[in-house]
């Protein structure tokens, strides 16, 4: 018994076998952000107006410095996650939803890297300097 429409199975239409990846490792990193973003939040809130030697001296305790990084990672991942859905949901043309595909990409891509970037600076800068 085949669930595939007269249509699907006239085109050679069916599953592309990625859907069960994408769903769980969309939720997997929903969980991971449960947890990362208390721990990035809390240490952000305290040094909110602090001066930025301050914020520095903070940043540049190894376990502040993970914890950020990990949620920059994992926000921009689960991020290119969600909008792959939205861009191979509702936009309609080949080369537009690929074009929009790609340009995710990069800009997840480039987004992370920057805001590591960021907390390295922040982290490696010796205090005083």
């Known amino acids: 018994m085949s669930y595939k429409t007269d249509y699907g199975r006239v085109n ?15 939720r997997i990193s929903a969980i991971a952000l449960l ?5 990035f939040i809390i240490p952000f809130a305290i040094n909110l107006g602090d001066s930025f030697e301050a914020v520095r001296a903070s940043y540049n ?7 950020a990084g990990l949620f ?9 996650l ?16 690929t074009g929009s595909i790609i340009a995710l990409y990069l800009f997840c891509t480039l987004a992370g890297f920057t805001g590591l970037f960021a907390i390295a600076k922040i982290a490696f800068t010796p205090l005083g300097a």
């Open 12 to 26: 050679g239409l069916g599953s592309a076998k990625d859907g069960t990846h994408h769903f769980w490792t969309q």
């Open 35 to 39: 947890i990362l973003t208390p721990l």
């Open 61 to 67: 305790h190894p376990l502040n410095a993970i914890i």
């Open 72 to 80: 920059v990672i994992t926000a921009f991942y689960h991020l290119k």
């Open 82 to 97: 969600g909008l792959q859905v939205v861009i191979e949901d509702y936009i309609h043309g080949k080369a537009m939803r």
